[in-house]
């Protein structure tokens, strides 16, 4: 006996968005359903197709490249820009660069974006701070062992792309010192809190991970590093807590002192 089939409608299991924008997306004509948020809006078709749906005149879809090419997403997502202006109308540079870059997060945001300025409503589900694009929460799920080393950090939040779109050889390494930064930082912290992982012999210069310095004194510090104040912050991932190490408890180890002997 055949078995008989059932049609639903196309809906990925996980999108990133809440439930209401991703009904209100379904709403819509658009040319194919995203199931990939960060890589179906990176081109920026289908938010001018969003866009026509309110605004035809200004939004012509055959004025608008479907490829996926870094030329052909700069040239839709420039024109976007255009349009909406006219309008009074605008979107966050930084969320359009992280949707072209295909960075953690900016999709998600610039959709939402868009959803409010469009139908005048405020996602209720979505609270905490803004992303910064960068896989620090997905990296945070994941255990010790299987977190990113220092060359994988730097390839997996400076793409290719955004390279290519700012070809500057110094503008380009400083987002890579601050991405190693940034790694360097939770793996002094893990180290400090994991001595076990890494064989560390506690010692009585280090404080344990039981007497770290309270949450309260904590967001008291500066959120930067401060040589002045001889405290160096750590900052760490939710599972991990918040570590200072005193800058006079640091040794660092000094090449030995030759003397010149004169035969």
Known sequence: MARSSI????????TGLPREVVKWLQTLDLAFYPKNVRRDFSSGYLVAQIF????PRDFSLHSYDRGTSLSAKQWNWSQIERSLEKRNLYLKKEAIDGTIHCKPG?????VLEVYTILTKGRVSDVEGPEPDFTDEEYQNLLPSLARSTASKAIKNNLTATEIQAVPDISTNQRKAENILCRHL????????????RFKVKPKRSHPAPHNLVPQSQMDKCSDTCSPEGNTLKLWSSPAWSRASVSFKEIKVRQPAKHSLVNY
């Not at 026509?52 to 605004?55: A, M, P, R, T």
């Open 185 to 196: 930082e939770h793996k002094a912290a893990e180290r400090i809190l994991n001595p076990g």
């Open 52 to 55: 026509s749906h309110y605004y």
């Open 7 to 14: 049609c639903f409608a196309e809906c990925p299991k996980k």
């Open 106 to 110: 900016a999709a998600e945001l610039l």
